[in-house]
């Protein structure tokens, strides 16, 4: 007997001293970011990026906080922060001992040649017990009531790491649901902004519409005088047939965007509340030079650092899982094998049994946990290093991207009116005698594919603000 605990004693100490050896790979370092971004100076306080501050129509304010309640997506996220709150409170209850009630009964009818028919015979006949001590054995009883217990001691921290990851996977799942919505208000916002620029597309093309008609009864009106002839007249109709199959396709455009919205905001399709254009005046507020430590802000980077803390603890909790368990398993009950003597003082029994439990056979199949949980550590190294390169490239992206637009918006409506007055002195110089009707109808689609342009630079600049705002970290203040 002596020889066999040497034995579990020599085989537990070799267990214990081979997972020493399983230590956690080392990690991939992260490129620091610049401290500022590039060839921007000067600063701005996060605490002012609200989106309300920025964007102030309360139409797409209004309409974007109805939307978030409604979100299919984000209900979706709200039910997984549930699942993690859960999961955290199940690691955490694993520190605790499992209590169960048990009510328990058995009958056995043993055999004249068994240890238990024999010794209960035996026990029967001895003068040292009384009445109420003595078994039954046709068939011999036994009824348990009270309480076991199961307690697994943390002696290795393998719980503790396991509880921590817990911790940092509810709260990756919370940065996930703040970027869901950073993402949702950004994409309503870009939605809303691109109806307002069809709106816009819609007026340009009916004014246009109704200037090319009346360029129609010009000409029609100058071939009965002899001074056209019907080529001129089928340009000219011609001309008035694209621009207004140009305006069904805008028509389309919207009933498309808009429905797209509601879809988005849990809604069937319906009109949806706006103003009908675009703002006059560019509202641009954060494109100044911002440092690099916003980047914290955004949600998507957030959520990766605490990934990363997750698979970490994952790994020391599976290198954890290699050493020996200690397991406690108290009890204390009423014990008897009559049911009448079940609640007497003399039956209340109460005991505590433990054991080291030392996984030998396991081996490969925790080698093969160890090495998954390392390999996904390093992913979520790379995951992080990854959304600090788009973060920062988007950044940089977008606020070039305010500069430049604000700078063709500038140039292009120039253009528009420089086409205007184009415009009307090929009409003049055409009833006058001094140009052809191709060069007012050129002057005219001109004039149309320039307003179209200049509407479509003033709402990239209100998307690209957008965009910078999310890049930034967004939200919904």
Same mark, same amino acid.
Request: a neutral charge.
């Given at each position: 007997?002596?020889?066999? /605990?040497?034995?579990?004693?020599?085989?537990?100490?070799?267990?214990?001293?081979?997972?020493? *050896?399983?230590?956690?790979?080392?990690?991939?370092?992260?490129?620091? !970011?610049?401290?500022?971004?590039?060839?921007? &100076?000067?600063?701005?306080?996060?605490?002012?990026?609200?989106?309300?501050?920025?964007?102030?129509?309360?139409?797409?304010?209004? /309409?974007?906080?109805?939307?978030?309640?409604?979100?299919?997506?984000?209900? +979706?996220?709200?039910?997984?922060?549930?699942? &993690?709150?859960?999961?955290?409170?199940?690691?955490?209850?694993?520190?605790?001992?499992?209590?169960?009630?048990?009510?328990?009964?058995?009958?056995?009818?043993?055999?004249? %040649?068994?240890?238990?028919?024999?010794?209960?015979?035996?026990?029967?006949?001895?003068?040292?017990?009384?009445?109420?001590?003595?078994?039954?054995?046709?068939?011999?009883?036994?009824?348990?009531?009270?309480?076991?217990?199961?307690?697994?001691?943390?002696?290795?921290?393998?719980?503790?790491?396991?509880?921590?990851?817990?911790?940092?996977?509810?709260?990756?799942?919370?940065?996930?649901?703040?970027?869901?919505?950073?993402?949702?208000?950004?994409?309503?916002?870009?939605?809303? %902004?691109?109806?307002?620029?069809?709106?816009?597309?819609?007026?340009? *093309?009916?004014?246009?519409? @109704?200037?090319?008609?009346?360029? *129609?009864?010009? *000409?029609?009106?100058?071939?009965?005088?002899?001074?056209?002839?019907?080529?001129?007249?089928?340009?000219?109709?011609?001309?008035?047939?694209?621009?207004?199959?140009?305006?069904?396709? +805008?028509?389309?455009?919207?009933?498309?965007? @808009?429905?797209?919205?509601?879809?988005?905001?849990?809604?069937?399709?319906?009109?949806?509340?706006?103003?009908?254009?675009?703002?006059?005046?560019?509202?641009?507020? +954060?494109?100044?030079?911002?440092?690099?430590?916003?980047?914290?802000?955004?949600?998507?980077?957030?959520?990766?650092?605490?990934?990363?803390?997750?698979?970490?603890?994952?790994?020391?909790?599976?290198?954890?899982?290699?050493?020996?368990?200690?397991?406690?398993?108290?009890?204390?009950?009423?014990?008897?094998?009559?049911?009448?003597?079940?609640?007497?003082?003399?039956?209340?029994?109460?005991?505590?049994?433990?054991?080291?439990?030392?996984?030998?056979?396991?081996?490969?199949?925790?080698?093969?946990?160890?090495? !998954?949980?390392?390999?996904?550590?390093?992913?979520?190294?790379?995951?992080?290093?990854?959304?600090?390169?788009?973060?920062?490239?988007?950044?940089?992206?977008? !606020?070039?991207?305010?500069?430049?637009?604000?700078?063709?918006?500038?140039?292009?409506?120039?253009?528009?009116?420089?086409? %205007?007055?184009?415009?009307?002195?090929?009409?003049?110089?055409?009833?006058?005698?001094?140009?052809?009707?191709?060069?007012?109808?050129?002057?005219?689609?001109?004039?149309?594919?320039?307003?179209?342009?200049?509407?479509?630079?003033?709402?990239?600049? %209100?998307?690209?603000?957008?965009?910078?705002?999310?890049?930034?970290?967004?939200?919904?203040?």
């Amino acid at each position: 007997m002596k020889n066999i /605990f040497s034995y579990i004693i020599i085989v537990s100490v070799g267990a214990m001293a081979g997972c020493k *050896v399983m230590q956690p790979a080392p990690l991939p370092a992260v490129k620091p !970011m610049p401290q500022q971004f590039a060839e921007k &100076a000067g600063e701005t306080d996060s605490a002012n990026l609200v989106f309300k501050n920025i964007f102030s129509d309360v139409r797409l304010n209004n /309409f974007i906080a109805t939307a978030l309640k409604d979100n299919t997506d984000l209900n +979706i996220a709200l039910q997984r922060i549930e699942m &993690a709150h859960a999961r955290l409170a199940q690691r955490k209850g694993a520190f605790l001992p499992s209590v169960n009630g048990v009510v328990s009964g058995a009958a056995d009818k043993y055999g004249d %040649y068994t240890l238990n028919g024999v010794g209960n015979f035996d026990t029967n006949l001895s003068p040292n017990i009384n009445k109420d001590q003595k078994i039954p054995v046709s068939p011999t009883t036994d009824l348990f009531v009270g309480l076991t217990s199961t307690w697994e001691i943390d002696l290795w921290g393998k719980l503790r790491h396991l509880k921590k990851a817990a911790q940092a996977e509810l709260l990756a799942t919370e940065k996930g649901k703040q970027l869901l919505i950073t993402s949702l208000v950004a994409t309503l916002a870009e939605g809303y %902004y691109t109806l307002l620029g069809l709106d816009a597309e819609l007026k340009i *093309v009916r004014k246009n519409i @109704e200037l090319q008609k009346q360029a *129609v009864e010009i *000409v029609e009106a100058q071939k009965v005088g002899g001074r056209a002839n019907e080529l001129a007249v089928q340009q000219f109709r011609a001309q008035l047939l694209n621009t207004r199959g140009i305006e069904f396709r +805008i028509m389309q455009q919207r009933v498309q965007v @808009e429905n797209e919205l509601n879809a988005i905001a849990g809604s069937y399709p319906k009109h949806i509340d706006r103003d009908t254009s675009l703002p006059e005046s560019v509202a641009v507020a +954060i494109e100044a030079g911002l440092p690099a430590s916003l980047l914290s802000a955004r949600p998507d980077v957030q959520q990766a650092e605490y990934e990363l803390q997750m698979m970490k603890e994952n790994v020391q909790a599976a290198r954890a899982a290699f050493l020996p368990s200690l397991t406690l398993n108290p009890y204390v009950a009423f014990n008897a094998f009559t049911p009448s003597l079940l609640f007497k003082d003399g039956s209340l029994a109460y005991g505590v049994a433990g054991g080291l439990t030392a996984p030998l056979f396991q081996q490969r199949q925790l080698k093969a946990q160890f090495v !998954m949980a390392n390999a996904a550590s390093k992913e979520s190294v790379y995951n992080y290093q990854q959304k600090l390169l788009n973060a920062y490239s988007e950044v940089v992206t977008n !606020m070039n991207a305010v500069d430049n637009y604000k700078q063709a918006h500038a140039l292009k409506l120039q253009e528009v009116q420089e086409l %205007y007055a184009a415009v009307t002195s090929a009409r003049e110089l055409y009833l006058t005698g001094y140009a052809t009707y191709l060069e007012v109808i050129t002057a005219q689609k001109n004039v149309l594919e320039a307003e179209l342009a200049l509407n479509e630079q003033k709402k990239n600049i %209100y998307i690209s603000l957008i965009q910078l705002y999310r890049s930034l970290g967004g939200g919904w203040q």
